[in-house]
């Protein structure tokens, strides 16, 4: 099984712009997860879609936002970047909620 | 508040030598521990995931340990290796109806030939 695809791997926005970042989960996988990662702060929960429905969501302001497809594909949109928004976004996704995680790669965003 | 500790911040050791890596938790109610491997620019892999009833697993050179009444947890790395050299997160799962995951903030391991 080919595993957890995002794309693109690299991206460069200014402040202001807005961003949407794509993740392909495993096949069969249904659960799809966010986490943004940052040297100072760690992995941080964003937000977690099983079977196109939010199921959870962290603590991060509503400029974060992300859908979920029927092919179980993900979207995660930032808009008025800030300049704290550059981090390592990654997706994760699993057989169920609460079955084990398989990362992506990330994706490297820089916010100029 | 629910947390989950990691030492130490980061560890230089030499190619060959045995290391441990520390987890303390305060999270409840507990649901299973996961280790994690992140090597540079990638995304984490999963080492090993422990329930409540199990306190050791093993994968590989890496053995894994859970003390769930003490709530802490380390992962011991034996005969290191140059490829070892990545950070090393803890992931502590809720059992609840929304499954929140908590993540440590990692243990960067440095290994020198």
């Known amino acids: 099984k080919a595993g957890v695809t995002q794309t693109p791997r690299y991206l460069i926005k200014t402040r202001g712009q807005q961003v949407t970042l794509s993740c392909s989960p495993i096949?069969?996988?249904?659960?799809v997860s966010w986490y943004q990662q940052t040297p100072g702060q760690g992995l941080q929960f964003l937000f977690e879609?099983?079977?196109?429905?939010?199921?959870n969501k962290g603590n991060f302001p509503g400029r974060f936002s992300g859908r979920q497809f029927s092919n179980s594909r993900s979207e995660m949109n930032v808009s008025t970047l800030e300049l704290g928004d550059s981090a390592l976004y990654l997706c994760a996704s699993s057989e169920t909620t609460s079955g084990e995680q398989y990362f992506g790669p990330g994706t490297r965003l820089t916010v100029t | 508040k629910n947390q989950v500790e990691q030492s130490p911040q980061s560890l230089i050791i030499l190619e060959g030598k045995n290391c441990t890596l520390q987890c303390n938790y305060t999270v409840s109610p507990f649901s299973n521990l996961r280790w994690y491997k992140q090597d540079t620019g990638r995304g984490p892999v999963s080492l090993t995931i422990?329930?409540?009833?199990?306190n050791t697993k093993s994968n590989g050179r890496y053995t894994a340990t859970l003390d769930a009444d003490t709530k802490q947890s380390s992962l011991h790395i034996t005969a290191s290796q140059l490829s070892d050299s990545a950070s090393y997160i803890c992931v502590v799962s809720l059992m609840n109806r929304d499954d929140k995951i908590i993540f440590g903030k990692g243990t960067r391991l440095h290994i020198l030939p």
């Open positions: 879609y099983f079977s196109e429905t939010q199921r």
């Open positions: 422990m329930t409540f009833s199990e």
């Open positions: 096949s069969g996988h249904r659960s």
